[in-house]
């Protein structure tokens, strides 16, 4: 294992058991190549980021041939959080290669695993699972393709099936920032008591997010609240208000309203 991933290692993880256990399983995925795949890492404020990049090869069998942009590289992160291996690693897509794009911060470790994550579970069994993964997805694409349903709106709801975003959990605004087709708004949540509230409010071809702010200087937010667009109700601005808007969209019980001023673009 390189000194430079072991450094990252023990600057970030302090439990001894921790840092064995990232330390034989990052030794594992160095000594156990995987086919189609290279893998580099990353330091973070609060973690350690996985780069898998899915290589062209992986795409080589007759039913991929006719694949859009099967010739460039895919780009997926695994990032392990500073409760790792006791909590969830979060597994993230990178490139766009779909509509709509699944690389808008969602999570699909579950999608790929198949089951649930246990801290049995160990990262190379979910690394050799990527592969079977992207192409089966791209095989779904291309079935899709076939059958002139990428503009329907049932295949909007195929491929946001995937994934999912954890309330409460830490994220990093930067990741949002450098994505493609997402809108980011820096707002003021206004509640009935009349606090006010930083938020960040990021929207993608599929869902809406809402943040508090963290650490600023690290870029540090938390999930507050998402949904899917489709299941805004309703979206109000005021007249004598034009940055104030409020939400309004039905979540698994009830109807939930989210009053914002929109300070920043």
């Known amino acids: 294992m390189e000194t430079s991933v072991d450094q990252l290692v023990t600057k970030i993880y302090k439990n001894d058991i921790q840092v064995k256990r990232i330390r034989k399983e990052i030794q594992q995925l160095s000594e156990n190549k995987i086919e189609h795949l290279a893998i580099e890492y990353q330091g973070s404020p609060f973690g350690i980021k996985i780069l898998l990049q899915v290589l062209p090869s992986a795409f080589d069998q007759k ?57 049995s579970i160990l990262l190379h069994d979910i690394v050799t699972q990527l592969i079977p993964f992207v192409v089966g997805l791209h095989l779904l694409i291309l079935i899709l393709l076939q059958k002139k349903v990428l503009a329907n709106p049932d295949d909007k709801v195929t491929i946001q099936s995937y994934g999912t975003y954890h309330l409460g959990e830490i994220y990093n605004l930067e990741d949002f920032l450098v994505m493609e087709e997402i809108a980011i708004f820096q707002t003021t949540e206004l509640t009935q008591d ?72």
């Open 63 to 119: 039913e991929l041939s006719r694949l859009p942009n099967r010739n460039l590289p895919f780009m997926f992160e695994i990032f392990l959080g500073e409760k790792f291996p006791f909590v969830f690693p979060k597994f993230f897509c990178r490139t766009t290669f779909s509509r709509p794009s699944l690389a808008d911060g969602r999570d699909l470790l579950n999608d790929i695993l198949g089951r649930p994550y246990s801290p």
């Open 194 to 265: 009349k606090k006010s509230d930083k938020r960040y409010v990021v929207v993608t071809e599929s869902n809406f997010l809402t943040f508090e702010l963290i650490d600023k200087k690290k870029q540090i937010i938390r999930l507050m609240q998402w949904a899917h667009i489709q299941s805004l109700v309703n979206i109000k601005r005021k007249k004598d208000e034009e940055n104030t808007i409020i939400l309004t969209w039905k979540d698994s019980t009830k109807q939930v309203r989210l009053h914002i001023r929109i300070s920043k673009l």
